[in-house]
């Protein structure tokens, strides 16, 4: 079966320092990868997608970036963090039809906090 | 332009009473699918269900059912007989084909109270 891990669970970072979140998939190959952001009570924003190894679509202008070094690899990075960044971050997977229909499987989520 | 908009930012219920959690969409598109999910305190997305557009049938699953109306554009969600395990935050979604990207509504938070 599928599983999808994510790490840290937590953590507390100072303003302008880097940040390095790391999301692995087991049991799958040629996934879909992303990124959401959930800022404290509120929906799901996609940050990132990718669809293979070293493609990275970004959704949305900020000072993250993502990268995906390995096909069941997939990192959210920052060089500077700012307040704003705040928030729970969650990974998920999906299999690459690239059909509407395939559901995306979410990990346990990071929760970053930036003081 | 996609959006899914969930009116009830927070409802709370008395174990064993029914609840009614409603999503409403807008898309173009003909073909879509419609999902929703379940975030417990844990923080993890559960996916519970998808349906696509061109299914207008209501599904059952146990407590749990869902209503699809297209000329409403609403996939609204029951849960019957509410317990506390139900106590989450529920996320519609929206994905049209050939899309990457899950639209998803802002969610609500449900509370079931003993």
């Known amino acids: 079966s599928q599983t999808i891990h994510q790490w840290p669970a937590t953590l507390v970072q100072p303003v302008g320092s880097p940040l390095s979140l790391e999301c692995t998939v087991e049991g799958t190959s040629n996934p879909n990868l992303y990124w959401y952001r959930q800022a404290a009570g509120r929906g799901l924003q996609l940050l990132f997608y990718s669809v293979g190894i070293g493609q990275i679509s970004s959704e949305v202008p900020q000072n993250l970036s993502a990268s995906r070094p390995q096909d069941r690899q997939f990192i959210l990075s920052s060089k500077k963090l700012l307040l704003s960044d705040s928030g729970f971050y969650l990974c998920a997977w999906s299999v690459r039809r690239g059909l509407a229909r395939d559901e995306q499987f979410f990990g346990p989520g990071t929760r970053l906090t930036v003081l | 332009a996609q959006k899914v908009t969930q009116a009830q930012t927070e409802i709370s219920v008395v174990e064993k009473e029914d609840v009614t959690l409603d999503c409403v969409y807008e898309?173009?598109?003909?073909?879509?699918?419609l999902f929703w999910y379940k975030q417990p305190p844990s923080g993890e997305l559960v996916f519970l269900i998808r349906r696509n557009s061109f299914d207008e049938q209501n599904e059952i699953s146990g407590r749990y059912s869902w209503n699809f109306q297209k000329s409403t554009s609403s996939f609204n969600f029951t849960i019957t007989a509410s317990q506390v395990v139900d106590s989450a935050v529920y996320f519609c979604a929206l994905r049209y084909n050939y899309g990457q990207n899950f639209v998803f509504g802002p969610g609500t938070r449900l509370s079931v109270l003993p």
């Open positions: 898309t173009r598109d003909t073909t879509y699918y």
